[in-house]
Structure formats: structure tokens, C-alpha cells
């Protein structure tokens, strides 16, 4: 009974910055009842422009951290770190008992609901993009959908600095979102494949025509987590539930505070953590 006790822990949900916060968010909404941690790896942000095997490292690390901090299940509430280092790490190095879960699965399953034309447009980071994750997971089960992909490396900084609502971003999510619709005269869906993006939807809605779908990953994830813990009673049984949430930063905690509040829409208290 003690020993069983040990095991029981939170969730943790990991993304490189401020983006996983607008999947906590709905995570946090359709499951209130579970504790969670989340960690930001804001020091080391963007992930997006880096190498796979900086990206798998500093991932693990972040990982481990929270393995450490007592969860047995995490998830990569990040495009990058689901793209290029989910599945090494799910193969090698998971210690006995403990899982981590990605947001590219839950999205691409769901796609097909979504599109008429068969015709999907993909906007994420460098790193996701040339992964070409979401074609291949996309393709798997829709062989007759075709992916359109744009990477747009400016839009995560404009997040962390909170320049969301600048003249500067218009200029570059104009132009990205130009570029992605140029390739297709029929994309009906974009995903937004970067959990930073989100932060983005109203500067993003003034340049996609009204007929687009936009899809933001965070009620997907939620909505699969979800179905994930239902399926899963040997880990939901040792998924704490106490509806508490703490959160930790790798950079400046109170820098992390005042962000956090307004993508995650309410005040929270975060502590630094050093991860490496
Ligand atoms: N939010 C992350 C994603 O979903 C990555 C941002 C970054 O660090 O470049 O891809």
C-alpha cells in the first residue's frame, strides 16, 4: 500500500517556452480533477530552429526533471520536441512504468474530419517542417490527403517577447500565411502545428480567408488525453488527483509569472528549475 502510494503522480506537460500553456490551458479545462506540473524550458527557447540531437537532449532533460519531480506521465505539449525526439525517447530511455505522449498523433488523427478538399496546409517551426512528422503521420491514415507545409521561424520569438500585437507580426504572419496558400488554391484547413501559435489567432484570423479552417491543437489534446486515460486505468490509478498545478521555468520566474498570465489566463506562481 505505501509502496503504491510512491507511484501515484502528477501529469507533467513540457514544451520549450510559454506555447504549452495554451494546451494546459484546454487540458486543464476537460480535466480539472488531476495535479499537474508544467515545465518551461524558457532559458533554451526556440527549439524550433535547432539541431535533432540538441532537441532530443535538452528534451530528455526536461523530461527526466519531471520523471524526477514524481509524474509517470508526460506529455510534449510541443510540435519540435514531438517531432524530433518523442519517439527516441519513448524506444531508449523510458525507465520502467513511466510514458510520455506527443500532440502530432492526436492532430493528424482527427484531420480528415475536418477538410472537403483534401487539402491541408501545415504552418510550424523549421524543425517540425523539415521532420516532415505531419505528412508522414498524416499520410499513414489519409494517403489521399495532400500536405502543404511553411515554416515561420519568426513567430515563436514574437510570442516570448510578447509582441503579439505589433505591427511586426502582422508583417510576418502576412507574409508566412501568403506563402502557405500560395502552394494550394484549395487548402481548406491549416494547422497550426506549433503550440505557440495559438497566441497568434487573431492576428492569423485577419489573413486567412473566412472558408479555412483553423485548427489549434490544444481541445485535440486535451479531448485525446482524455480518451488516452480512459483506456489506460493503470495509469490514470497512478495520476494524482488533487486539481493542483505548479510550474516551473528554466529562465527568470517572475518573467514567467507575468507572461504566463496572459496566455494562460490567469495568475499563477512559477518556480525556476535547472534542468542540466
Ligand atoms: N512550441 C513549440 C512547438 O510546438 C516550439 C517552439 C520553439 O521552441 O521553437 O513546436
New binding site residues.
Partial sequence: MEQEKQLIGPIGIF???Y??LSVFKEIKKQLPQYDYIYLGDNAR?????RSFEAVYEFTKECVFKLFDLGCNLVIL???????KALRSIQQHDLPPGKKVLG?IRPTTEIVKAFTTSNKVGIL??T??VKSESYKIEINKFNPEIEVFQHDCPFW?PLVENNEMDTEGAKYFVEKDIHKLLEQSQDIDTIIL????YPLLLPIIKQFVPEHINIISQGPLVAESLKTYLDRHPEIDSKSSKNGSMQFFTTDDPRDFESKAEIFFGQKIKADHIKVS
Fill in positions: 514544451d520549450s517556452g506555447g504549452g527557447v526556440p527549439y524550433g530552429t505539449a510541443c510540435n519540435t520536441a514531438s517531432a500532440v510550424a517551426t524543425g517540425t515563436v502545428a506549433c503550440t505557440h
